[in-house]
């Protein structure tokens, strides 16, 4: 599950980071990634999936420009 490697990745390489990119990480990770495809295998999702998902929030962040 994403959430599984989220938790991984924070656990085993973003604890080794300074604070600053450690806290914009989970903010990131909060914000977009937790709440989206929590409840699918990570290795599932498809490209074209990942694409539209990352479209979806740059078109976000320019809203907050």
């Known amino acids: 599950m994403l959430n599984d490697s ?23 990770a909060n914000n977009y990634l937790y709440p989206t495809f929590s409840d699918v295998d990570v290795e599932r999702v498809i490209a074209r999936e990942w694409i539209q998902w990352f479209n979806v929030i740059t078109d976000k962040q320019k809203q907050l420009i």
């Open 6 to 28: 989220l938790n991984f990745w924070f656990e085993n390489k973003v604890i080794h980071v300074k604070e600053a990119p450690r806290v914009l990480y989970q903010s990131f």
